[in-house]
T-cell receptor
């Protein structure tokens, strides 16, 4: 079993839809949770990060962490074609890159 | 956040040869990280490059296969040596951003034939 599981998709939604992207994990020591967006032929870019449990909102994006269920989510409201990308979750116990574990990514397409 | 320039962006190489990937950062950083991203798989950390010391390799990666140089605080190279088709992947360099986020270069898409 992988330490971090992420549905690879692909996920296709119409413009304006609410998108929910999810990851589950097995390591209860994880405290730092991140979401990265990766456009085709580009490196990942940090979208959101959260420490421990709770919600964090940034514009159209909301990150949720439920440590009791070992489950994290990224919600995108009013999705736009420019949101079409692969979304990667990442998490670690310490914040150190040497302990950063990535999901395999979910490919999202927002149709105009 | 830091801006990372990575070269080459892509290459097609013959098996048995080596390719050196360059990573240039627009600010001085203590640590630089090299990742591999295989199709449909998560990013895997290859090694951490510190200026003035040997790189620290993760389990499954060895210096003979992936030698790393870090001559100064803004530059690093990763060499993929004696390549085989299994080395076909995207290679990314990264630096820390803020407290625990990371900035990535655009990656080098390597195909070994």
């Amino acid at each position: 079993q992988k330490e971090v599981e992420q549905d690879p998709g692909p996920l296709s939604v119409p413009e304006g839809a609410i998108v929910s992207l999810n990851c589950t994990y097995s390591n209860s020591a994880f405290q730092y949770f991140m979401w990265y967006r990766q456009y085709s032929r580009k490196g990942p870019e940090l979208l959101m990060y959260t420490y421990s449990s709770g919600n964090k909102e940034d514009g159209r994006f909301t990150a949720q962490v439920d440590k009791s269920s070992k489950y994290i989510s990224l919600f995108i409201r009013d999705s736009q074609p420019s949101d079409s990308a692969t979304y990667l979750c990442a998490m670690s116990a310490s914040g150190s890159a040497r302990q950063l574990t990535f999901g395999s990514g979910t490919q999202l397409t927002v149709l105009p | 956040s830091a801006v990372i320039s990575q070269k080459p962006s892509r290459d097609i190489c013959q098996r048995g040869t080596s390719l050196t990937i360059q990573c240039q950062v627009d600010s001085q950083v203590t640590m630089m990280f090299w990742y591999r991203q295989q199709p449909g798989q998560s990013l895997t950390l290859i090694a951490t490059a510190n200026q003035g010391s040997e790189a620290t390799y993760e389990s499954g990666f060895v210096i003979d296969k992936f030698p790393i140089s870090r001559p100064n605080l803004t530059f690093s190279t990763l060499t993929v040596s004696n390549m085989s088709p299994e080395d076909s992947s995207i290679y990314l360099c990264s630096v820390a951003q803020g407290y625990y986020g990371y900035t990535f270069g655009s990656g080098t898409r390597l195909t070994v034939v």
